[in-house]
């Protein structure tokens, strides 16, 4: 499979009457944007506003955050699967809106959804400070039921997404990045002394606001599954906005994983890297028991010599998490884990809810209890006053001023498990 | 300006004698006595050593309140901005002395103490949360390299700059778990941790697994029939209205309910529990704390009684520590109120 | 909070879905429950057999209770 991002940068944003980028301006055209969103019925209003970095401006509550792009060559625009009919994934050529983002807000669903500071000291907390944000903010028909308002708010994101995509179609890059691997023997006959490496992804799949999407296929649904890099970087993953907004992964984060492109940059030269299993995290235990010995065994059937796990919230997938661990390690596959901490607010806690003897390698992405203390806004896209009822916040955390406390749990992307932001926790 | 700093030292290293002086009662000069000399030497100027308390190690741990109070009382007429204590290397019961010292210092007084002791010492476990603690060898034959990086890491603190990590000042961890940046994102790090596996190089876990204590398990419950049991969920299962504004995450209190006069919790009650799909327990509350079987055993009499209260809180993303305070204060009022067994639901 | 409960004397029942979980804190009696939204229930049963179902899982729990154990026990 061979697959290129084409990415064109985009320097500035701006509102207007037409989708066009030209000379690194993006120009959104909000009345049609709203008039093709507002398609779904289940829509009843939608508001559109832009938050760059730099500006003095909070976004509250964050649902999710997709990359607008363009498929310019080969099969599968859009969402396949999920917006858009079924393709597959993973080849051709793609037209990258590089630094741009559309964030998606509106009343909330779950306590799962988060806050981005686009300045200061929230800025550094979060990596979606550094995108040029355009904020879907969707108001959903009356009287819906909580499930069906997740889909909706999901579908009128990615669906922004794909038609702000447009704008680059003719674009010409400022950079292609080509990623190209074949089949397993063919790259382990060119590389057959380097270790073999697999990556598995796990996804939260727990119900209302909590399930990944693959293709469409809500990851509850499945047995742990193969796919190949290049179709998860094409936008075969969605998030179902899982969990704390601080290690959900974002839509964005699924098109950029940066375990994939952090393995990707090493194959052919230190490793052999196989591809991705994606693997749900359940809610039961012989659920939980079956996904972690059928990962531990598509690693084995592919002649992995180690593997890097990455888990998506805590709690409870910290117990799959070190379950997948301690079968790898037992079958002498070297493993190397990525999750984030519960240590409460003084770090003096117990980081993980579950133990292993067999996890001897593990990258922490921060302490999601850890407090922080954010500034006033000079603007508020969204509804402040959400921090209370979301996870991270509390009764009284806002201030009148405007300046508020709350958890890392709170922000969005903060303590990323796929480890996308730089975020790590020492021992004192 | 120059800091001041109170010395502590137990009867051998204050001079006196050695163990048949380890009864001797605390005493204050306004000399540097013993390690307080050299350590003096080692702060450049930068700070002074006012005065030395000698106090034998037995004297200390078998009348540690008279102790303390000639401490605090030496320390409102010196007003020192720090107390210094050992190094006690692996003596135990100087060790003890000197994580009683800084314990008391530090929680009623907010003085910052400073000591020494080898890691196997049990005056560790006692103070390392609160003091900072050097790590130097089993015997006084390391005070030469045992004092520089005591005298270090109390500059830095009088001066009120950060410390750095436990490795680079060469102190006992304290156990907190700080939030920091790295210079590479985690994705990066856990490839090259990887990569160093494959190479059999050194690599260093960023979060060593924890380890859990064990309690023995409580005695059974003889007689159902005459059994007052509590429900206690973690499921974040609360009144409707959430009165006690419990969080949906990252708990920092529970709530009890009076549950005497109603039969199941389905009506009055809903989950603002953020970790799971709620729509389940919004309908039927009883599906994550079975009050209304439990009401129907006691109408059965199956069980004696169902105690009056419930209690609840949010399990999901909840320290462990604030787990255990909310499970001792729990307990204690459970153990009050005579209640003989409790079903605690998770989510 | 099991833990911290036990210490003080009292018999506890830890009724949880992710018993790995109850295990590794150290809870000592435990009765292995359906799923993490609904540990002692079942929406897709109906409502008989759901309540059929609620009934034992918590007559198990007193039976957990009310046996004396030595080490981790399921119930």
């Known amino acids: 499979m061979k697959l290129e991002l084409r990415k064109v940068k985009v320097k500035d944003i701006v509102l207007g009457d037409q989708m066009k980028f030209a000379d690194g301006v993006l120009t959104v055209d909000v009345n049609g944007l709203i008039a093709a969103l507002k398609d779904d019925v289940n829509v009843k209003e939608i508001k559109i506003d832009l938050a760059k970095p730099g500006d003095k401006t909070r976004i509250i509550p964050v649902k999710d955050v997709i990359e607008p792009r363009v498929k310019v060559e080969g099969k599968g625009n859009g969402f396949p699967g999920v917006t858009t009919p079924i393709e597959q994934l993973g080849s051709g050529a793609v037209n990258v809106l590089d630094g741009a983002a559309v964030v998606t807000i509106g009343d ?19 990596p979606f400070s550094k995108t040029m944000n355009i904020v879907v903010d969707i108001i959903p028909a009356n009287g819906l039921d909580p499930h069906t308002h997740e889909t909706t708010v999901r579908l009128a994101g990615l669906k922004a997404a794909e038609l702000i995509g447009y ?23 060119k590389y057959p002394d380097l270790p073999k490496v697999v990556y598995v992804e796990m996804l939260i799949s727990q119900g209302l606001l909590h399930d990944g999407y693959i293709y469409g296929v809500n990851s509850q649904q499945i047995l742990p599954t193969m796919i190949h890099p290049n179709e998860e970087i094409d936008g075969a993953v969605i998030s179902g906005n899982c969990v704390a907004a601080c290690d959900k992964i974002t839509t964005y984060q699924h098109q950029n994983n940066s375990a994939i492109l952090d393995l990707y940059n090493r194959h052919g030269k230190d490793i052999n890297f196989l591809g991705v299993i994606l693997t749900p995290e359940l809610t039961t235990l012989a659920g939980k028991f079956r996904t972690c010995d059928y990962t531990a065994k598509l690693c084995k059937s592919l002649g992995a010599d180690g ?19 301690k079968r790898l390690e037992s079958e002498g596959i070297k493993t190397v884990l990525i999750t984030d901490e519960c ?38 896209i969204g509804n402040a006053k959400a921090i209370a009822t979301l996870a991270g916040g509390w009764e009284g955390c806002l201030s009148e001023d405007g300046s508020m406390k709350c958890e890392l749990n709170a922000v969005i992307g903060a303590t990323s498990e796929i480890g996308y932001h730089n975020l790590t926790v020492k021992l004192y | 300006m120059s800091y001041k700093i109170l010395y502590y030292v137990n009867q051998f290293f204050g001079q006196v004698g050695g163990e048949e002086q380890a009864g001797i009662a605390p005493f204050y000069k306004e000399e540097k006595i013993g390690p307080a000399m050299g350590f003096e030497q080692l702060l450049k100027g930068e700070a002074q050593v006012v005065g030395t308390i000698v106090c034998g190690d037995n004297y200390f741990n078998e009348n540690t309140e008279e102790s303390l109070k000639f401490i605090y009382d030496t320390i409102a007429a010196v007003k020192p901005d720090m107390v210094v204590a050992g190094p006690a290397f692996n003596a135990g019961r100087y060790g003890m002395a000197c994580a009683g010292v800084a314990n008391a210092v530090i929680d009623k007084l907010g003085i910052p103490v400073v000591t020494g002791m080898y890691h196997e010492n049990p005056g560790v476990d006692q103070c390392k949360a609160k003091a900072i603690i050097a790590e130097v060898t089993d015997s006084a034959a390391g005070m030469r390299t045992a004092l520089p990086v005591m005298a270090k890491i109390a500059l830095k603190l009088l001066k009120k700059e950060e410390l750095g990590t436990p490795k680079e000042e060469g102190y006992i961890a304290q156990g907190k778990r700080l939030t920091v940046f790295a210079d590479k994102r985690g994705s990066e790090r856990a490839v090259e941790m990887l990569i160093a596996r494959f190479k059999g190089e050194e690599f260093e876990t960023e ?102 209260y419930f209690y609840t809180t949010t399990g999901t993303g909840t320290s462990v520590g604030n787990a255990i305070q909310f499970g001792k204060e729990i307990g204690k009022e459970l153990k009050e109120a005579g209640v003989d067994g409790v079903i605690l639901t998770s989510t | 909070m099991v833990k911290e409960i036990e210490r003080y004397g009292i018999p506890i029942v830890h009724m949880s879905t992710i018993t790995t979980i109850s295990e590794s804190v150290g809870a000592n009696r435990i009765v292995p429950t359906i799923a993490i939204p609904y540990p002692v229930g079942n929406p897709s049963l109906s409502k008989d057999v759901e309540t059929d179902m609620r009934e034992k899982l918590v007559k198990r729990a007193l039976t957990a209770l009310s046996t004396e154990v030595t080490e981790v026990s399921y119930f």
């Open chain 1, 108 to 126: 909330i669903v779950g306590f799962q959804e988060g806050v981005v500071d686009m300045w200061g000291e929230g800025a550094k907390w979060t």
């Open chain 1, 167 to 189: 704008a680059a179609k003719d674009a010409v890059a400022d950079e292609v990045e080509v990623f190209e691997m074949g089949s397993i023997f063919e790259e382990t006959e």
């Open chain 1, 307 to 325: 593997v890097i796990v990455s888990e998506e919230g805590y709690g409870n997938p910290d117990s799959d998490l070190l379950m997948i661990c």
């Open chain 1, 343 to 380: 240590s409460g607010w003084d770090g003096m806690s117990q980081p993980l809810a579950d133990t292993t003897p067999e996890a001897v390698a593990v990258v922490s992405a921060g302490n999601v209890s850890h407090v922080v203390e954010l500034p006033p806004a000079d603007k508020v």
């Open chain 2, 207 to 308: 979060l060593p697994m924890p380890v859990f204590d064990k309690v023995a398990p409580a005695a059974a419950i003889k007689d159902l029939s005459k059994a007052k049991i509590a429900l206690v969920t973690s499921g974040g299962i609360v009144p409707i209205g959430n009165p006690d504004r419990i969080q949906s995450a990252s708990a920092q209190k529970w709530g009890k309910y009076n549950v005497s006069d109603i039969s199941e919790l389905t009506g009055g009650y809903y989950t603002i529990h953020g970790g799971y799909d709620p729509v389940y327990a919004n309908e039927v509350p009883d599906r994550v704390a079975p009050l209304d079987m439990l009401k129907k055993f006691e109408k059965e009499g199956l069980i004696g009684e169902v105690y009056e």
